[in-house]
């Protein structure tokens, strides 16, 4: 099974608006860190917000917010005021906790969307 | 300050040929990743690095490939005998030391070299 899932291949925002790209996840370990990158056309993965598993409240960083939904792992990422910058590839990404055996703690991503924000 | 860079950017080369790709992640950062981009997907982990050694060679899909660290510091993946489906985008990212269990380090990473095997 898929332990990122993004479902969303495209998506298109009028500048200015909010935009949710969603992101689902599957692990049986209890603490793990969830994760969002941002891949424009240049090809390197730029880091945007970060999620605890046993985190209380949902993360935020400038135009960024993650929903956070434990119970349905899921792990929607919000951007609000879209700008014309935004447009780029994001991925979701997980990190899973010794309990997974994963010890190096490597990242494991979904397939991304692509974002084009419209003028 | 400088960020993790790779190089070369971009490498052609022929089905067959002995490549390397180099990794030089920022300074004082102790763990060293590597993945692997296809076409139309996310990355995918490859091999992992604490130090010198290589802590989890997992992702590795067979000894075609192999990657060293010697000193710690600079890191090289090397692929023998390539395949047209080794072509792909290889990323280096590397993170700080951090205690065992923080999953919040973050990985910077490097702009990746595109290979293409003809």
């Known amino acids: 099974a898929q332990k990122i899932t993004q479902t969303q291949p495209g998506m298109f925002v009028q500048e200015k608006e909010a935009v949710t790209l969603d992101c689902t996840y599957d692990?049986?370990?209890?603490?793990?860190?969830l994760f969002w990158y941002k891949q424009p056309s240049s090809g390197e993965m730029i880091f945007l917000i970060y999620?605890?598993?046993?985190?209380?409240q949902n993360a935020t960083e400038g135009r960024y917010s993650l929903n956070f939904q434990k119970a349905r792992k899921s792990a929607n990422l919000v951007i609000s005021a879209s700008q014309l910058g935004d447009s780029a590839m994001y991925f979701c990404?997980?990190?899973?906790?010794?309990?997974?055996?994963?010890?190096?703690?490597?990242?494991?991503f979904g397939k991304g969307t692509k974002l084009s924000v419209i003028p | 300050g400088a960020g993790v860079s790779q190089t070369p950017s971009n490498k052609v080369t022929e089905k067959g040929k002995y490549v390397e790709l180099r990794c030089d992640p920022i300074?004082?950062?102790?763990?060293l990743y590597w993945y692997r981009q296809s076409l139309g997907q996310g990355p995918e982990f490859l091999i992992y690095?604490?130090?010198?050694?290589?802590?989890?060679d997992s992702g590795l899909p067979n000894d075609r490939f192999f990657a060293v660290r010697p000193e710690g510091s600079v890191s090289t993946l090397k692929i023998q005998r390539t395949e047209r489906g080794d072509s792909a985008v290889y990323l280096c990212?590397?993170?700080?030391?951090?205690?065992?269990?923080?999953?919040?380090?973050?990985?910077?990473f490097g702009p990746g070299t595109r290979l293409t095997v003809l």
């Open positions: 990212a590397s993170s700080s030391p951090s205690g065992t269990g923080d999953l919040s380090n973050e990985q910077f």
């Open positions: 692990t049986s370990d209890p603490s793990y860190g």
């Open positions: 999620q605890g598993s046993y985190d209380q």
């Open positions: 990404a997980m990190r899973e906790g010794p309990y997974s055996g994963a010890g190096s703690y490597q990242l494991t």
């Open positions: 300074s004082g950062h102790t763990a």
């Open positions: 690095f604490q130090g010198t050694g290589a802590a989890d």
